[in-house]
């Protein structure tokens, strides 16, 4: 036996207790795994359902990081007019809001307006600088000419904006009532446009004051010129009567100033937002009014919110109806006979089709008829070839139309018809002419994927994707929009949304002030707190303090995570418990 | 805005290191981890034989970052008061000293010395992480398995009889300063309890539910999910005991039906649907317990 | 100083003297005393140290493991069934390294219920690492209470003192009480080279795969050895401060001796008496007494024993099957001894659960001894009448 079996080895130092020295970081206790974790950022449905294409859940993201400027920067970069947008768009981005499964929607119109009147506040930005030499034609100054403007002077376009009306806005200034829309907003927000270095030049109708031939000297031309003609309601001996009147007329007419008097009961005839419209206008004109409308209160286009305003301020409503004839009675004084109707079968448009009941006639006294069941384009300027087809101009994704160097969007090519879709189209017509121009130039950059810029398979396009600004770096980003039931809703607690605040109902009438004061500054950011930020990581750090193996980190550069995987045992607890359907598991190897 | 709650309430000192030799989804170390971040580095952990004798890594490594005192199965509530009268011995009164066992070191084999401790009112934390059953020797049954549930133990045929031991009740009855029981699910809970834990003194003792993915026969990524349906079904409320006789909730626990909960585990597989009402009716029996405790104290 | 005082209570002043600083422990009969003036001294502040009134002498045991992993100096005190108790932490304490000091007041085990003397409980420990010291009078036991944690600190090995029941626990014997100032330079405060200390976080006791543990086994083996060194050096100390030392082994009148009896515990003192006697009457007849069982001495009872015609071991204590404990470390010890020189050995078993071992039981023991060619079997019980 030699004298090292009997001495152990001193040299492998080994203490005489199993006091430990190292840490068990010296397992690689990763290779235990078989699939493993990655962080996806996925798409919010309300940046999917937004016409105008606004990462609303990057812009909450970044107030509830604290970045303030940088959240308006990003609703700015795809939207010009927030502040306008956050008082009158039909939001349908809270009706796509995981939220409402939990408790209610983040009132995303109340935290953009608020936004949109900070940036107003804030002074401008010198405009872009000029780095194109091609000069772009936009006819019509409503929101799809002033976004489509907007962001090619953003791209270093040149543009002129040639308007019909003295004064720029489209249906903004002459559809919009001011109790929604104050002018003064509306005014700057254009200011503020115009800053951009574009020139808007009003009272000027092409095809009348300038022949389209004038729009040569322009690389491109964008037409938005809206639907300005109200249809015909078709209502039998209503030819010559003046007081049965085209309700966007009427509107044009008090948005102007004007105050006419329409008597003391106005019936107003439609279901859509030029409506209501019309019948909180004439009500604040110191008139009764009723609201006919053929189908029931669900099928009602108008936005919600407007119809129960409009119910709040007294409005009447009866559903179920059509005007049939109208007789001029003693004086001014109208009888307005109508039928009764029923809902049939669904239509084209997905609504069920209002059906005439025989015999179900009645008649009311109206002093002034209001028609509202519609608008139409007037087209007839644009050059001989553009395709145009029931009653809009036919185009493509980025609104190039059939003719080369024509492109037309807005009310003039868009159904459904809103501010957010025709902001939504002027920035598609941007994208689509700076493109058009640039191939034009010799550009072999090959097609734009658009459907890469797109919030989800179904959204608008993205300018902070395609220009790369997007201030939120995207880990591994899939193009789809995340459901509710990929949301882990364990880690949400109930939060009451904030609601506007109203002015009281009662003294409206004659007066066309604003009724939505909208939220607090405190309201706003505490509102932008209850995003859940669905599909993207908002740094809740929930990953981290699920994991058990302590294998995921804050990056060093202080934005997102990185996941050891030496450590990973791939349990799969990060993405089960993410709350927001960012994360991932993946067979390992794949 | 709870997420948020959530980042800004949890420490963010880790005092658990990678590379532990927990099974993938173990519940065990979140708990640790949640607990170390809310004591800080000024803490010793004693630990008698359980799951975490192995989590902790052979020698010579360890997965704390805190001084850890490795001890015998039955032994922690004694070990604890013995290291919490050194350190004052050496004029330290500061240090936090606790107890980290399993269900077998506190509802079985290390009752009595717990009891001791508790009686004694040692200024200890004592903490049971209780997966519910002798997961390290391979899942027997211990007085913490639950009514029905199959261990090695336990086998279908014959499933666990006897309802599990009322471990906080017994604590209670000791009339100690702090008892509560906590949930890797409630993470900012279960910190805010530690925390208040850690500012009183005597003894304490938190219970801590371990969702254990290969002892309750489900999926590694399910264990916080279990450990939130636990708290949400009653059948592992959220509360807090003070002095024994003050029982506060500390959650609104919406009383969800157990059946989901048990049906989702493979340990309950062989269960009837009568036998789950069974156990529907003794969570119902021990809600409106825990009940009357809260208002009228315990 | 010099008191008059029971056994019991030389064990508590030798831990008054130590400062220790955290005692643990459970009542037994008969080392209650111990821990009752114990607790007077740490009421009335004699003694400024932690105590916790554990539940169980497992507990005991375990709280002192705590403290002195802390880095504490720890004592407490057991008989019998309390250290049956015990045992799987006395191997905790031991392979911790963690230098406990233990009181075992030797009592037999049941059943039947007993509470009378013999070393069938401390032996029992005898493989769990612990060391192991047997004392004959009341200033030894508290001599040796001082010396424990001395040698337990200097080795890092935990020491068990051990006095025999009533024998000494409860017998009055004068003690002088050696000064504070003097225990003070002998035993400075512990200074533990590892302890549970969050500036210097280390884990205890964690899993050892086989390619570690023998070698930590190994150590202790080691730490056991060195003390069978040590103890002698830290006596010279003692000696030099007291005037009084024990030694591993005494040897007593052995010089020429035809027999040698070894005892162990206060069997010694009537050993000695009955040497005395023997000596007068011309009989070289010696006495070797083991106060250090574990580590064995095994050179210095090589060298004691050696050349010697006849050993005669006096065991109060049985391994059932076996026969008595020291008899048998002893003529295991003499295996290595050359056949010339090796003693015939007679191990006798006496004086079990606190059966009276009187001067004429020895004196019988010696005639036997001398008497027989070879013993009749390895354990020949001594006054056994079924």
Redesign the interface.
């Known amino acids: 036996m030699s004298d090292s079996d009997l001495k152990p080895d001193a040299g492998r130092g080994i203490p005489p207790i199993a006091v430990s020295r190292i840490t068990t970081e010296v397992n690689p206790t990763g290779s235990w795994k078989f699939i493993r974790p990655r962080y996806e950022d996925r798409v919010a449905p309300c940046n999917s359902r937004c016409p105008v294409g606004i990462d609303v859940e990057g812009y909450l993201y970044l107030l509830g990081q604290d970045r303030r400027d940088e959240a308006i920067a990003l609703l700015l970069e795809e939207n010009p007019m927030p502040a306008i947008t956050g008082r009158v768009c039909h939001h349908p981005c809270e009706d796509g809001c995981n939220r409402a499964r939990l408790d209610e929607p983040v009132a995303i119109h109340s935290i953009e307006r608020r936004l949109g009147d900070m940036a107003l506040a804030a002074p401008a930005s010198p405009a872009p600088e000029r780095t194109r030499d091609e000069r772009v034609a936009v006819i019509g100054s409503g929101p799809a000419g002033l976004a489509c403007a907007w962001h090619l002077a953003r791209e270093g376009y040149g543009v002129t904006v040639f308007e019909k009306a003295p004064e720029p806005g489209g249906m903004l200034r002459l559809g919009i009532p001011e109790y929604r829309l104050p002018r003064a907003i509306l005014d700057r927000q254009i200011e503020r446009i115009r800053g951009m270095g574009i020139d808007i030049r009003c009272g000027t109708t092409i095809g009348d004051d300038l022949p389209w031939s004038a729009l040569d000297e322009f690389a491109a031309v964008f037409a938005a010129p809206g639907a300005h003609v109200g249809k015909d309601a078709r209502i039998e001996g209503a030819g010559g009567i003046p007081q049965i009147r085209p309700g966007l007329e009427f509107l044009k007419e008090v948005n102007a100033g004007a105050r006419p008097d329409l008597g003391s009961r106005v019936i107003v005839i439609g279901g859509g937002n030029t409506a209501m419209d019309c019948a909180r206008s004439a009500l604040r004109l110191g008139a009764n009014v009723t609201v006919v409308y053929r189908r029931t209160p669900v099928e009602m286009p108008a936005i919600p919110q407007e119809v129960k305003e409009a119910k709040e301020e007294g409005v009447g409503f009866v559903f179920l109806a059509a005007p049939l004839a109208v007789r001029s009675l003693d004086g001014n004084l109208l009888g307005l006979e109508c039928r009764r109707m029923e809902l049939g079968p669904p239509d084209d448009s997905g609504r069920r089709r209002p059906v005439p009941i025989e015999e179900g006639r009645f008649s009311v006294l109206a002093d002034t008829v209001l028609t509202a069941i519609g608008e139409d384009c007037d087209l007839s300027f644009l050059p001989e070839g553009t395709e145009i087809s029931g009653g809009v101009a036919q185009v493509d994704e980025l609104c190039a139309s059939t003719t080369a160097r024509v492109f037309v969007g807005g009310d003039a090519a868009d159904l459904p018809r809103s501010v957010a879709d025709a902001l939504g189209a002027g920035k598609r017509a941007a994208i689509g002419i700076d493109r058009w121009l640039r191939e034009a130039g010799g550009d072999r950059t090959g097609p734009l994927d658009v459907d890469a810029l797109r919030f989800g398979p179904e959204g608008n396009v993205s300018a902070a994707r395609l220009r790369g600004t997007d201030p939120i770096p995207r880990t591994d980003p899939v193009n789809e929009v995340v459901t509710w039931d990929r949301m882990n809703p364990d880690h949400f607690r109930r939060v009451p949304r904030h609601e506007d605040h109203f002015h009281g109902a009662g003294d409206l009438r004659s007066t066309f002030g604003e009724v939505n004061f909208g939220l607090s500054e405190r309201e706003t950011l505490d509102e932008a707190a209850r995003c859940l930020n669905c599909g993207v990581c908002n740094r809740c750090e929930l990953c981290m303090i699920f994991c058990p193996d302590m294998a995921i980190h804050r990056r060093e550069d202080g934005d997102g995570f990185e996941i050891d995987m030496r450590y990973c045992k791939g349990c799969g607890l990060c993405a089960a418990e993410c709350p927001r359907g960012a994360m991932s598991m993946t067979r390992e190897g794949l | 805005m709870s997420q948020t709650i959530i980042k800004e309430r949890i420490p963010h000192e880790d005092l658990l290191c990678s590379g532990h030799l927990a099974c993938p989804g173990c519940a065990a170390p979140i708990a640790m981890n949640l607990v170390l971040k809310a004591l800080g580095p000024q803490t010793v952990v004693t630990l008698p034989a359980c799951c975490w004798s192995i989590i902790a890594g052979p020698w010579p490594q360890s997965s704390l970052r805190v001084p850890l005192f490795h001890t015998a199965f039955e032994t922690a509530g004694a070990v604890a008061s013995g290291i919490k009268a050194g350190l004052q011995a050496r004029g330290d009164d500061e240090t936090t000293v606790i107890a980290w066992a399993g269900d077998g070191g506190t509802f079985d084999i290390g009752l009595q010395a717990l009891s001791g401790a508790a009686e004694r009112n040692e200024d200890i934390i004592y903490f049971c992480y209780d997966n519910e059953a002798y997961m390290n020797t391979g899942i027997q049954r211990s007085s913490a398995t639950p009514w029905g549930a199959w261990t090695t133990t336990t086998p279908a045929g014959q499933p666990e009889a006897s309802p599990k031991k009322d471990i906080v009740s017994i604590l209670a009855a000791h009339r100690i300063p702090y008892i509560a029981t906590a949930s890797v699910a409630y993470p900012v809970d279960l910190v805010e309890k530690v925390e208040k834990a850690r500012t009183i003194r005597g003894t304490r003792f938190i219970h801590i539910l371990a969702p254990c993915p290969p002892g309750w026969k489900t999926q590694n990524d399910e264990s916080v999910d279990l450990a939130r349906q636990a708290v949400q079904t009653r059948v592992f409320p959220l509360l807090e005991i003070e002095n024994g006789t003050e029982w506060r909730f500390t959650m609104d626990h919406a009383g969800e039906p157990v059946a989901p909960y048990i049906r989702r585990q493979g340990r309950f597989r062989h269960l009837t649907d009568e036998q789950i009402e069974h156990i529907q009716a003794d969570v119902d029996a021990r809600w409106a317990q825990l009940q009357r405790r809260v208002v009228h104290g315990g | 100083m010099k008191k008059v005082m029971i056994g019991n209570h030389a064990v508590s002043w030798g831990v008054q003297r130590a400062r220790a600083?955290?005692i643990?422990a459970y009542p037994i009969t008969p080392q209650t005393q111990i821990v009752e003036e114990l607790s007077d001294m740490v009421a009335d502040g004699r003694l400024p140290?932690?105590y916790?009134?554990?539940?169980?002498e497992?507990?005991?045991m375990?709280?002192?493991?705590?403290?002195?992993?802390?880095?504490?100096?720890?004592f407490t005190a057991t008989s019998a069934q309390g250290l049956a108790l015990m045992h799987?932490?006395l191997h905790?304490a031991a392979?911790?390294?963690l230098p406990v000091v233990m009181a075992d007041v030797n009592r037999a085990m049941a059943p039947g219920w007993t509470i009378w003397t013999d070393q069938n409980d401390s032996l029992s420990q005898r493989d769990t690492g612990w060391i192991q010291l047997y004392c004959e009078t009341n200033q030894e036991v508290f001599d040796t209470t001082i010396l424990s944690f001395r040698l337990a600190e200097a080795v890092?090995l935990p020491v068990m003192l051990v006095l025999d029941a009533f024998f000494l626990s409860h017998t009055s014997e004068p003690v002088d009480l050696t000064e504070p100032a003097i225990v003070d330079g002998f035993l400075p405060r512990r200074e533990a080279k590892?302890?549970?200390?969050?500036a210097d976080?280390?884990?205890?006791?964690?899993?050892?795969?086989p390619d570690?543990y023998?070698?930590?086994r190994?150590?202790?083996q080691e730490?056991m050895r060195q003390a069978l060194d040590v103890l002698p050096a830290i006596e010279d100390e003692w000696h030099a401060l007291t005037g009084r030392r024990y030694g591993a082994l005494e040897t007593y009148r052995t010089d020429g001796a035809e027999l040698l009896l070894v005892t162990s515990g206060t069997i010694t003192s009537t050993a000695r008496h009955v040497v005395d006697e023997r000596r007068a009457r011309g009989e070289a007849i010696g006495l070797v007494k083991v106060k250090m069982f574990r580590p064995f001495p095994t050179d210095a009872l090589r060298a004691a024993l050696s050349g010697v015609d006849r050993v005669a071991v006096l065991d109060r204590n049985i391994s059932p099957g076996h026969g008595g404990i020291f008899a048998e470390e002893i003529r295991s010890a003499l295996y290595d001894v050359p056949p010339d020189d090796r003693p015939v050995l007679f191990g006798y078993v006496l004086g079990l659960g606190g059966r009276d071992v009187t001067p004429a039981v020895i004196e019988s023991i010696v005639d036997r001894s001398l008497a027989a060619p070879s013993p009749e079997r390895e354990d020949l019980w001594v006054g056994v009448e079924l």
């Open positions: 600083e955290v643990s140290a932690r916790i009134k554990v539940e169980s497992h507990s005991a375990a709280a002192c493991i705590g403290a002195a992993a802390a880095g504490a100096r720890t799987e932490l905790w392979g911790g390294r890092e590892l302890r549970l200390d969050p976080p280390h884990s205890f006791g964690a899993l050892v795969r570690a023998m070698e930590m190994w150590q202790q730490a």
